[in-house]
């Protein structure tokens, strides 16, 4: 009798260790969130979690053959322009 096995469920990883797996800090993938530059993550019971895909797939985007490469894709943790300036600047 063939069974064909249920796909597990989908892992997800805290802020700490989705940090862990991309190299980054934790830190660093909160100002992500803030900036709206950083994976795609959901919020679970209050918590904000990461799937191990959409963390693969974002570390994708910053992937490069040399440095002269221009694409409109980049993955930092810089501050879009315009964000967190006062009216009083513009």
Do not use: N
């Not at 700490?16 to 934790?26: I, K």
């Not at 900036?35 to 019971?45: A, C, E, F, L, N």
């Amino acid at each position: 009798m063939d069974h064909q096995r249920a796909p597990l469920p989908q892992r997800f990883l805290r802020t700490p260790e989705a940090g862990r797996l991309l190299g980054l800090s934790g830190r660093t993938l909160e100002k992500h969130r803030t900036y709206g530059t950083g994976p795609v993550y959901r919020k679970i019971g209050g918590r904000v979690v990461y799937a191990i895909s959409d963390l693969q797939a974002w570390a994708e985007r910053g992937r490069r053959a040399s440095t002269s490469e221009l694409t409109g894709d980049c993955v930092s943790a810089a501050k879009p322009r315009g964000v967190g300036r006062s009216l009083r600047s513009v």
